[in-house]
């Protein structure tokens, strides 16, 4: 069964970079039927897809955070890495990386990892 598990800094300055780990086990990134991807759940709000990186290396954003976000990947450490930059308090969320097969829901989640944005 696949694990995920996010990790990263608790902690961001403002206008600094958010970067973000996703290792998994028991599946490998690269397996085509899959997108690995990234979410976010700000305090009170609704989770929020932030993009996707598919098992080829194809990479998809959300249009609203597109300008800000790069998502890439460590085949050999079977690890999606999410950079965020230019973070404001706005950018403060849970943060999760999840699995979904390709035009599917998101059936396997990390358990999240708080971030805060705060000087």
């Known amino acids: 069964q696949v694990q995920l598990q996010e990790s990263g800094p608790g902690l961001v300055k403002p206008s600094q970079t958010l970067s973000l780990t996703c290792t998994v086990s028991?599946?490998?990134?690269?397996?085509?039927?899959?997108?690995w991807s990234w979410i976010r759940q700000p305090p009170g709000k609704e989770l929020e897809w932030i993009g996707s990186i598919g098992g080829s290396g194809s990479t998809y954003y959300s249009p609203s955070l597109k300008s800000r976000t790069s998502i890439s990947r460590d085949t050999s450490e079977n690890q999606f890495t999410l950079q965020l930059s230019s973070v404001t308090p706005e950018d403060a969320a849970v943060y999760y990386c999840?699995?979904?097969?390709?035009?599917?829901?998101?059936?396997?989640w990390g358990q999240g990892t708080q971030v805060t944005v705060s000087s």
């Open positions: 028991g599946g490998s990134i690269t397996t085509n039927i899959y997108h």
């Open positions: 999840a699995r979904r097969v390709v035009g599917g829901p998101f059936g396997d």
